[in-house]
């Protein structure tokens, strides 16, 4: 009888051991997890936390739409190129957006921001709230981090996350002037009081003579790469195109193919001189080439639909000599 009552006082202290251990640990973490939402809101004072989620699995920001958004605008303010942001939410260039609509903003290397200092405001921080069976090494692959360093961002002691919960994971870079959607040239012309050239600008005195600046502002697309440019002109702005999907084989650059900044293409269907739009799902990469003719009848590109320079594999972050791409190009320019 002694024994099983000295049991039950052994076994009834080691609960309660356990339990203010466990307490412990839980406090600690909730203070951690505190200093980690202070110091990213100590680093980005006043500025309105954006959500990422899932869609199309990968991450993307929702916006909703305000009265003067279009796609180049918002291109513009999340730093996501156009062709991407309207492919993402099966639009075009021109498509109108209407207030209250929501489109997804693609989250990627082209507008991650992974650490900013707290007096700038390009950037918003972005929040993400796990879901269930998500796990920490995918959300810091996704977030373009280290999985410790969104430990640390968060206070996290292990990787153990539990679904629900609200994470900090990055910035996204974001501009909301209301500049011109292209660049902005400016021009300084000096004329005297009371000439009058037709142009409006700004017009300043100075000693008696009027110095006006004038600007000139170019449209978006004129702010594309010049290959970019040629492939929106041939597809009409991707409202007529031609999608194939298939393997890709990569080809070592030579002759006068070597240092060119065009990346060239063999395919048998499309024309000579098409651009294509060449797209890697896996990594989320997109390049444009140029077709200079019809695929070699050798083994090296047996069952592929496109053969590629071998400069465009870093560029789609390929390491192997075959991708699986999407490809998408004009039917006849």
Not at 172 to 190: A, C, F, H, M, Q
Not at 195 to 216: F, L, Y
């Amino acid at each position: 009888m002694q024994i099983g009552h000295n049991y039950c006082i052994f076994t009834h202290s080691r609960f309660w051991y356990m339990l203010r251990s466990s307490l412990v640990i839980l406090f600690f973490i909730h203070v951690l997890t505190a200093r980690a939402q202070i110091s990213v809101q100590a680093e980005n004072p006043g500025i309105d936390t954006l959500e990422v989620m899932f869609h199309n699995d990968k991450w993307a920001i929702v916006h909703s739409v305000e009265a003067g958004d279009n796609v180049f605008r918002l291109s513009r303010m999340y730093h996501v190129p156009v062709a991407l942001l309207a492919e993402e939410n099966n639009i075009n260039f021109q498509s109108p957006l209407n207030p209250g609509q929501l489109l997804f903003i693609p989250y990627g290397p082209y507008n991650q921001a992974k650490a900013v200092a707290g007096d700038r405001f390009d950037v918003r921080p972005l929040r993400y709230q796990v879901r269930r069976y998500d796990n920490l090494f995918r959300l810091a692959h996704l977030a373009g981090v280290q999985q410790k360093q969104l430990q640390k961002w968060n206070g996290m002691p292990d990787n153990y996350i539990e679904e629900g919960r609200v994470l900090f994971v990055g910035w996204v870079l974001y501009d909301i002037s209301d500049g011109p959607l292209g660049d902005t040239v400016e021009v300084n012309e000096r004329k005297k009081k009371g000439e009058d050239n037709g142009r409006q600008g700004t017009t300043t005195k100075k000693n008696g003579v009027e110095e006006t600046v004038i600007v000139i502002r170019k449209s978006y697309a004129d702010t594309l790469p010049e290959i970019e440019r040629l492939y929106m002109s041939q597809t009409n702005n991707e409202q007529v195109v031609n999608e194939e999907k298939g393997t890709a084989v990569f080809f070592e650059n030579k002759g006068k193919l070597q240092g060119s900044n065009v990346i060239y293409a063999f395919h048998n269907t499309a024309q000579r001189g098409t651009i294509i739009k060449v797209h890697n799902p896996g990594t989320n990469k997109t390049i444009f080439v140029k077709v200079l003719g019809p695929i070699p009848d050798t083994k090296m590109y047996h069952n592929a639909v496109i053969g590629i320079g071998s400069g465009a594999k870093e560029l789609l972050m390929v390491s192997e000599d075959k991708a699986w791409c999407e490809l998408r190009y004009s039917p006849a320019h």
